[in-house]
């Protein structure tokens, strides 16, 4: 198991490098001009002399390739460079973003768990049931509605109608994340239940159950302690992915919700075209995905001992 997690790791490094040199380059190839977009919002005209200077200065009048070692041996280093915009240091402004993105994360998961899989297990025992029809019709609704929609409704309900949340956040409190938490989660949710129903309606088929039941056991003792451990695969990969995407920040839900995570930091950025945020936020969304499929992966050995990683004999 150490060797795999070794190899495992060493593949982290040519996937980084290649991700972070591909974003790099298709932002140099876009064209567009940091210091002229930097003037343009602020309102400021400058000359031709002091715009080449800024160019100079921040770097970006050399070749692309000796841009790019640049900045990929200051990377190495824990130096992700200056904000174009703020001026700022672009990690210590990434990492006061992660609190907000940890805290959203966090509470959109404990969400999704708790309303995914007790509704899809429910469902899958009452297959073709009211309460199966029920669920899986709402499954589609919120499946179906845009998470902008989602949130607009939600703050016209409990933030206008109801004032029991806030309309826009103002700081990092549970009453604040509430809101935002509960749109991602709904739907998250509306997807993830049907894929628990039919992970469950697939283990309920197999002869283990029905031998079960021959033997007299109680049907919950199945369904908690076999039936449901062997959807954990499935589950886990499903959680997995939703970790992984909202650890980058979900955009569209931030922005309305003023959230100040990293999502929020990202599109900012992309807006104002502050390339080395941008390049930050790249980084932290591969380093995201691949640590999240390793856990993942490893995690899959603890719950089936049937499974072996990396050509393992048992």
């Known amino acids: 198991m150490r060797n795999d997690i070794f190899r495992r790791l060493l593949q982290l490094i040519p996937i980084l490098l290649g991700i972070t040199f591909l974003s ?22 400058l000359s031709p002399e002091v715009m080449a200077a800024r160019r100079a200065e921040l770097g970006l009048d050399q070749p692309f390739l000796v841009q790019y070692v640049r900045w990929l041996g200051g990377f190495l280093t824990g130096d992700l460079g200056i904000s174009y915009v703020s001026g700022k240091d672009v990690f210590a402004t990434f990492v006061s973003k992660l609190p907000a993105t940890l805290l959203l994360t966090g ?27 029920l669920i899986r019709f709402f499954s589609f609704a919120g499946n179906s509605m845009p998470n902008f929609f989602v949130a ?6 409990f933030a206008v109608c109801i004032p029991i949340f806030p309309v826009i956040s103002d700081g990092l409190s549970l009453r604040s994340v509430a809101l935002p938490a ?45 039936v449901l451990r062997s959807c954990m695969t499935t589950i886990l990969t499903l959680l997995s992915l939703s970790i992984g ?16 995570g990293v999502g929020k930091l990202a599109v900012d950025a992309i807006q104002m075209r502050d390339y080395p945020m941008i390049q930050a936020y790249v980084v932290w969304m591969a380093v995201i995905y691949v640590a999240v499929n390793l856990v ?19």
């Open 107 to 133: 509470v959109s998961i404990a969400l999704t768990v708790l309303l995914s899989i007790p509704l899809g297990i429910l469902a899958a025992v009452r297959q073709n049931r009211f309460a199966d029809y």
């Open 245 to 260: 995407s909202l650890l980058g920040g979900t955009a569209i839900v931030e922005s309305i919700f003023l959230w100040d």
């Open 296 to 314: 993942t992966d490893l995690s899959y050995r603890l719950l089936d001992p049937r499974i072996r990683l990396g050509g393992e004999r048992p």
């Open 24 to 45: 790099f380059a298709m932002m140099h190839l876009a064209g567009s001009d940091a210091i002229a977009q930097q003037a343009d919002a602020s309102g400021v005209a």
């Open 182 to 226: 509960l749109t991602l989660a709904i739907a998250m949710s509306s997807k993830y239940l049907r894929q628990v129903r039919a992970a469950v309606l697939d283990e309920l088929s197999r002869d283990y159950v029905t031998g079960a039941r021959a033997r007299g056991i109680r049907f919950s003792v199945t369904l908690y302690k076999s």
């Open 152 to 157: 607009l409704l939600l703050l016209y309900a």
